[in-house]
């Protein structure tokens, strides 16, 4: 069955330090994944997807992701973290349109 | 543009009571769908719309339903309310051209606390 799993329910990272957020997933074909962040009280937004084509992709907000089909993995990284990144962060692959498979989420303190 | 439009934004219902929820998609997107969040369970996806048919379907009891109108407005309802239906409820639209480029653009979501 297809599934998420974010290892990480918190992490708490400096002002200015980097940080890496992980994603595994398991489905059968070329996933299509998805990185999304969700501040209190507010609904999801897209942070970056992956399809195909170049493992490295950029986002928004100066995050990129690198897909590792060997690892089945898509890590959320970014090298400097600031104090409005404090939010939670959901990995998601997706199955049909509409339809996504979430990870539990991890949610990100950041101090200063 | 206009984003995601969810209403009511907070409700409280008690137990055996049923609730509608409405979501307005962003003008142009025809597919709509819908996502519960609870901190035990996280997202869950719900169900899916599109042209007023619904096409997808997640793992929810029966007491969830919903439809989806001709101008692509969509309205949830879950009845015989029970404490665990006590959640965030997300709606989401996209463009119906296929997951590979499916963004789904969210709400702000209706918050449901069940008494």
């Known amino acids: 069955a297809q599934s998420v799993t974010q290892p990480d329910i918190h992490i708490t990272v400096s002002e200015g330090a980097s940080l890496e957020l992980r994603c595994n997933y398991s489905?059968?074909?070329?996933?299509?994944l998805f990185w999304y962040v969700q501040s209190p009280g507010q609904g999801l937004q897209l942070l970056l997807k992956?399809?195909?084509?170049?493992?490295l992709v950029q986002g928004i907000k100066g995050f990129e992701a690198e897909f590792k089909r060997s690892q089945s993995s898509f890590n959320l990284r970014k090298p400097s973290v600031h104090w409005s990144d404090a939010a939670e962060y959901f990995c998601?692959?997706?199955?049909?349109?509409?339809?996504?498979?979430f990870g539990q989420g991890t949610e990100l303190s950041v101090k200063p | 543009k206009a984003g995601v439009t969810q209403t009511p934004r907070y409700l409280i219902k008690t137990r055996g009571q049923q609730v509608t929820l409405s979501c307005s998609p962003i003008?142009?997107?025809?597919?709509v769908s819908w996502y519960q969040q609870t901190p035990g369970q996280g997202l869950q996806f719900l169900f899916e719309?599109?042209?007023?048919?619904?096409?997808n379907k997640g793992n929810f009891p029966g007491r969830f339903s919903g439809r989806q109108f001709s101008n692509s407005r969509s309205e949830m309802n879950v009845s015989t309310l029970e404490l665990g239906d006590s959640a965030l409820y997300l709606c989401?639209?996209?463009?119906?051209?296929?997951?590979?480029?499916?963004?789904?653009?969210f709400g702000e979501g209706s918050r449901l606390t069940v008494l």
């Open positions: 719309y599109f042209s007023e048919t619904q096409r």
């Open positions: 998601a692959v997706g199955l049909t349109v509409g339809k996504l498979i």
């Open positions: 989401a639209s996209s463009l119906e051209i296929g997951l590979g480029a499916g963004e789904l653009f």
């Open positions: 489905y059968g074909a070329t996933p299509y």
């Open positions: 992956y399809f195909s084509g170049d493992t």
């Open positions: 003008s142009g997107h025809r597919s």
